[in-house]
């Protein structure tokens, strides 16, 4: 279990955010990503909300989906900063493939 601040754990989602190619980046609709202490030790990440893949016509006038990645779950399986830093990318990835309609089971084949 690594400590890390919230400042700088932000700051590292917001690095991995970054490394989303510019093509899907500019894709992402109506999405929110936030960072939560959690309570949930074994949930890293959290994708709410309706995936671009189930949108219809009718879709309008809704709160943004939510990304959520918990900062104690992802501190607590790692021992170092790269740790951290190489999970939070992996959840980031993972959530934001949840938002492009993209399901679990493609997500662990994929890597993510």
Same mark, same amino acid.
């Given at each position: 279990?690594?400590?890390?601040?919230?400042?700088?754990?932000?700051?590292?989602?917001?690095?991995?955010?970054?490394?989303?190619?510019?093509?899907?980046?500019?894709?992402?609709? /109506?999405?929110?990503?936030?960072?939560?202490?959690?309570?949930?030790?074994?949930?890293?990440?959290?994708?709410?909300?309706?995936?671009?893949?189930?949108?219809?016509?009718?879709?309008?006038?809704?709160?943004?989906?939510?990304?959520?990645?918990?900062? /104690?779950?992802?501190?607590?399986?790692?021992?170092?900063?790269?740790?951290?830093?190489?999970?939070?990318?992996?959840?980031?990835?993972?959530?934001?493939?949840?938002?492009?309609?993209?399901?679990?089971?493609?997500?662990?084949?994929?890597?993510?």
């Amino acid at each position: 279990m690594i400590e890390l601040s919230r400042a700088r754990f932000e700051e590292m989602v917001a690095d991995a955010l970054d490394t989303v190619p510019p093509a899907l980046a500019r894709m992402m609709r /109506n999405v929110v990503v936030v960072v939560e202490d959690g309570d949930e030790p074994e949930l890293l990440g959290l994708y709410e909300g309706i995936p671009l893949t189930e949108r219809l016509s009718d879709y309008s006038a809704v709160l943004p989906d939510r990304i959520t990645i918990f900062r /104690n779950a992802i501190c607590a399986v790692c021992d170092t900063e790269q740790d951290v830093i190489d999970e939070v990318r992996t959840t980031v990835v993972h959530e934001v493939g949840h938002h492009f309609g993209i399901e679990d089971d493609r997500l662990h084949e994929l890597g993510w």
